[in-house]
């Protein structure tokens, strides 16, 4: 050892210096995270520069390999998807199809149960009215919902809430089941109201979840799982709803009840992965919780750079708590972000998606629709639900998904509504419409909203910040403004 130092004539290594933070991204007090230990080890024993060196070509390496293996999601991280929407946006689709097949076995059923309760036969608009409250109470149980999605998500967690939802869809199930053998139709009413209320809770929760727990780079594939399941589950509500299989006379109360099915499925296999690692470390402060969970999503080579990503936004908010729905709308630093995740939602509800589920669709016609639905659950569909967490930081998001859920299921309420009386007026031209607010939602997209892929959440917080407080903002109050909102130093 003393040979190869070499004699006393040699110059004394000078003191070890804190690298410039271009060189090396890992936070100062995660070296033995990013590290191996030999490597820890060995910086105790010796000092100076040479062994800053070799530690920094040791980093880089993990930093290599790091890129090599992020161009795919972990299995976890594909499973968690699967998990978290069979109980989502699935339970949103199948619900929202099912309800066609048994149309006229459910008429049957209220004016049988009418009959027998008072000796007389039932009104026929009665008749349409309550099948129209059976039909719609399913948005109102969705708006009530995304109202309260938010909030269960902040005090129960991501995963939490999620769980929680599928004691709802299971109840729910239980007393759309039960309704034609007790001949009481006002349980089916209150089913399908709970039902929507799970409905409306999932499809707040699920992106949510998948927004916090997915890397940069894969944010955008992973937002295409919520619309695939919504495509799912409308595909098999509409194969299960044939009358051979669960839409004939005998079994339309199993084709209501079946879906307490994906909830005990997500039962079973979401309590086998994390809580999103956001949460854990952003809104409880656990901090040793949330590397485990981001080492199962991740990856053990790749976690550190979703570590230091994270504890920037924590440092950002500086013990901000979650805002309130209203809060948001009085808040000018996220006035364009809320305008944003508006226009966006309204267009996604008005494209004529939702005209698409009503039951004057001819059966010739099933294949063509559902290529509909599935193109548009490829395209535009998922990026709404996304979109949202991108362009919030951790203390607006829930409040941000509450508003956008809340005006998604008053834009699907209204469109059931309007839709039929469009279809009268305007006979084959009647999707003209939705080609117009196509249009202008296409505008708004291309003149606002600035890309997004890959950058983190900050970021684009930033981006937006030219939009919130004009483009010529003078440099200093924006130099206080990044200094107060974006602490990057740690």
Known sequence: MRSLVGSRSLPRCPEPRELPRHEVTAPRGLWREFLPRPAVVFSKLCKGNV???????????????SARQRKLPSWTLFLSVCAVGIGGTFQYGYNVSIINAPTQH????????????????????????????????????GLCGALIGGSMAIWLGRKGALLMNNIIAILASILMGISFPTGMFELLIVG??????????????????????????????MAMG?????????????????????????????????????????????????????????????????VKALKRFCGSLQYQMETEDIQRECFALDGEKSKKPWQLFTDCGVRWQLITVIVMTVGQQLS????????????????????????????????????????????????????????????????GMLFPFIVNGLKQYCFLVFLVECALVAAFIF??????????????????????????????ETELYERRQLHDEF
Not at 200 to 210: H, K, T
């Open 192 to 221: 399908r109201f709970l039902i929507g209320i799970n409905s409306g809770i999932g499809i707040c929760v699920q992106p949510l979840y998948l927004g916090e727990v997915a890397p940069k780079h894969l944010r955008d594939g």
């Open 51 to 65: 062994i800053q060196l070799v530690l920094r070509m040791e980093y880089q390496s993990l930093l290599r390999g």
């Open 226 to 290: 919520s619309s695939i399941f919504l495509s799912g589950g409308i595909l098999t509500g509409q194969i299960i709803g044939l009358r051979e299989l669960l839409g004939g006379e005998t079994y339309w109360p199993l084709l209501l009840s079946s879906s307490c099915f994906p909830a005990f499925a997500q039962l079973v296999f979401l309590p086998w992965f994390p809580e999103s690692p956001r949460y854990l470390l952003i809104d409880r402060g656990d901090e040793l919780s949330c």
């Open 106 to 141: 459910i008429h049957n059923f209220l004016n049988e149960t009418w009959t027998s309760r008072y000796h007389k036969k039932l009104n026929p608009d009665f008749l349409t009215f309550l099948w129209s409250v059976i039909a719609s109470v399913f948005s109102l149980g």
């Open 352 to 415: 004529g998606i939702n005209a698409e589920l009503h039951s004057w669709v001819p059966y010739v016609s099933m294949t063509s629709i559902f290529a509909f639905i599935l193109s548009f659950g490829l395209g535009p569909g998922g990026i709404t639900n996304t979109l949202t967490a991108e362009l919030f930081i951790q203390s607006s998001r829930p409040a941000a998904y509450m508003i956008g859920g809340a005006i998604s299921w008053i834009s699907f309420f209204t469109i």
């Open 447 to 476: 003149v606002v909203i600035p890309e997004t892929k890959t950058k983190s959440f900050l970021e684009i917080k930033k981006e937006f910040h030219k939009l919130n407080f004009g483009r010529n903002t003078k440099e200093k």
